[in-house]
């Protein structure tokens, strides 16, 4: 499957005066151009090979890509519309040619969306065996600027218009399509009219029963047109950096301070990798302040394994921003946080036994230890199942939490007591696990 | 999909007498007499209606059956042949009602085998779409008694001719079918003409090519006949025991025993949870005589790691044998052995620091235990690819060579150098396998 995406347009209200901005598509948004970001998008879906339709600035947008190629990973044909101005449809049919009679995708560049729409579209489109287009639609309350939007009036879940000036609507268009050769045919129709905009040829397929639509339930999308879309997109996306899975104090402290670092380091040139490592060190230099033993010195190491758990929170946000999630960064993240998490404890077991020399802490400390192992080693092995039944039931004792009482206790110069607390909540919260899995696996299995 | 069990005939060679053993079906074999034996083999293929053709003592056998229905958790009908010395043909005919028209497994009370030939099998009769009934062949080199074979000719792998005298064959009836209604059709016409053995009725599907064979691969089966068989089928049993996955130690000391003791204790009603708790209370025990800390104590609980590491095979051992293997056995077995290890270590380090008064061994203890558990824990995060490449690569420091090292270790009384080596190979290990999953990663990802 190919992908058509429209890069041609001069997107006026988003630039400052010509010469001196960027040309639309470069236009960055959490670290990716907004070319970068439609490419990336449809990769996710599993789409490699693309058909790039430029015009304005076209030598700038092709040198940008071109340079971005390899980083991008996927085919790019560049096709170039000297007429753009004509209007958006043109540019959809200068596309055929590179096509060679395939049915394709068909994306807008200043349009950002989540990924797993165009996964549901293409779901749709494989069950399909006609030759309908099809084009996702999403309900009018949830659009940014509706005024600007391509408005659609649905009967039946049938379309029956489409166009800016649609009265009587109760659908949006959100600029991502599937498209059959019915498209281009509709589009010759129009384009041989005068009509240059994709949304006549798009009423033409309404006219001739060739479009369907595919409603993307409330999903994030967001058309980029001024300063306010790219804010507004940015909040979004930002927001939805949120995982079900995160704990108490990563929803409500972690991820709200992370959230904010990570808008401001996505732009820089940090691989997830490297945020990762930072994370780390701050672990082991936590550990070390802890190994001082002295209060002074525990309430820094308190603060920086706490900075060190919210840092952790940056290497997945920067990932996902950036298409940059693999599943080896994931597992090296895991490993350094067994490690961090040993390590910080043993400076605390360290800086106590040299103060009070006493052994008890050592016994005490192990536990600790195990008892944050066995959270993850459980969560490991059970991943499916502890994921879809969420962090929030048990005791609430994963890292973030771990990291926060461990910091409070330092603050309490309590090291003793946190680490009791912690060698406790864990350790019976794996117990608990162990019960409450086997009610769980009993369920699955009288399903069958 | 239905089984169709053969339980009718006599078994004359087996028993020592009438009235004193049992029927055949009911004969013991590593804990499962050979009829539960062949109906959880088919249940492991996803079959849970079976119709049970009974005939020499049916009584008993039925009676035996119904008080185990509930925990083999399958449906069984039982069918009576009274006529079953006429021949087994007649037994599959008077299964007929019972099938309601549905197609069938046939299978042999006294054949036991590798339940992935029937799970192959039924996949081979999914893709095909005609009525040939399927039946599955062997090399007869892998035959234990081929006088007493029923042996096919092939030619181009089209079966030719099958009976226990055919001169010329190259394959031999492993007594596994898939049947279509062309069999009932074969058995009627062969039983009118007086021929009452299944092999007749074989030949005429041969006759009017409504036979395909399947050809099991040399994976093992055994046609229980002979007390000589028995004891073949048993050997062969525990030897399918061994894991590829098995470490060094595991492979050529703990399985040689724990196979053994296996054999022993699966007759009786060990459950494998019992076992794998009799292995964890064998770690506290070891753990416990650690902690002691003088050199005579050191020996007696490197002898109960060792044997605690011996034991933790037989859980599994049992639960394969008998078709017990769950997931949640696996579940609780892995987080009981990762307590066992901590605490083990624990009782090691504290012996020695009562002895010692030292505090590096707090130091080297954690960071052995650390390694341990994340030995563990790449596993679980990286199950597939690890499971895949083995554990024979890297260094081979999985449990049962950590507990050998402990045991030699506490045998030579160096309770520090054990555990330093245990830190260091766990932890190299650990970031070798961190560096190798990329590269395995990395490959993967090529391949698309």
């Given at each position: 499957m190919k992908a058509v995406i429209l890069?041609?347009?001069?997107?006026?209200?988003?630039?400052?005066?010509?010469?001196k901005s960027k040309p639309k598509p470069l236009i960055p948004l959490l670290g990716l151009s907004l070319l970068e970001r439609a490419i990336l998008s449809a990769k996710e879906s599993g789409i490699y090979d693309f058909v790039l339709v430029v015009g304005y600035r076209s030598e700038e947008v092709v040198k940008y890509v071109e340079a971005k190629q390899k980083r991008l990973g996927v085919n790019i044909d560049f096709v170039e519309n000297e007429e753009w101005e004509k209007g958006n449809g043109l540019s959809v049919l200068k596309a055929r040619d590179a096509l060679k009679e395939e049915n394709f995708v068909l994306l807008m560049c200043d349009h950002v969306f989540d990924s797993s729409i165009l996964n549901d579209l293409l779901a749709k489109a494989r069950r399909n065996k006609g030759d309908k287009c099809i084009l996702c639609v999403d309900n009018p309350e949830n659009v940014f600027d509706l005024e600007d939007a391509t408005k659609i009036l649905l009967e039946k879940n049938k379309p029956k218009a489409i166009g800016k000036g649609v009265e009587n609507y109760n659908a949006v268009d959100c600029g991502i399509f599937y498209c059959t050769s019915e498209m281009f045919d509709a589009l010759e129709k129009e384009i041989g009219e005068g009509k240059y905009e994709l949304s006549d040829a798009v009423q033409c397929l309404i006219d001739s029963d060739k479009l369907e639509v595919f409603d993307i339930g409330g999903r994030f999308w967001c058309d980029i047109d001024t300063h306010g879309s790219l804010e507004y997109a940015k909040l979004r996306m930002l927001k939805s950096l949120?995982?079900?899975?995160?704990?108490i104090i990563s929803k409500y402290i972690n991820r709200k301070v992370s959230r904010r670092i990570t808008a401001r380091i996505v732009n820089r040139n940090l691989t997830p990798t490297q945020i990762t490592i930072i994370s780390f060190l701050m672990a082991l230099a936590s550990a070390t302040f802890f190994f001082l033993g002295e209060y002074k010195y525990l309430i820094i190491g308190g603060l920086l394994a706490q900075a060190s758990s919210i840092i952790d929170g940056c290497d997945g946000e920067v990932a996902r921003l950036k298409f940059l999630m693999t599943d080896y960064g994931a597992f090296v993240d895991s490993i350094l946080d067994r490690y961090a998490d040993a390590i910080i404890i043993l400076g605390l077991i360290i800086g106590y036994c040299m103060l009070h020399g006493s052994i008890s802490v050592w016994i005490i400390g192990l536990f600790a230890v195990l008892g944050s192992f066995m959270m993850s080693y459980t969560n490991a092995r059970y991943e499916g199942v502890f994921e879809k039944t969420g962090g929030g039931r048990g005791i609430p004792v994963r890292r973030d939490m771990r990291l926060f009482i461990i910091m409070i206790g330092a603050f309490l110069n309590q090291v003793l007591g946190l680490l009791l607390l912690l060698a406790i909540l864990t350790n019976t919260e794996v117990v608990r696990r162990v019960f409450s899995i086997k009610r769980i696996i009993t369920k699955k299995k009288n399903k069958f």
């Open positions: 890069a041609a347009g001069k997107g006026e209200r988003l630039s400052q005066g010509e010469g949120e995982k079900p899975t995160d704990g």
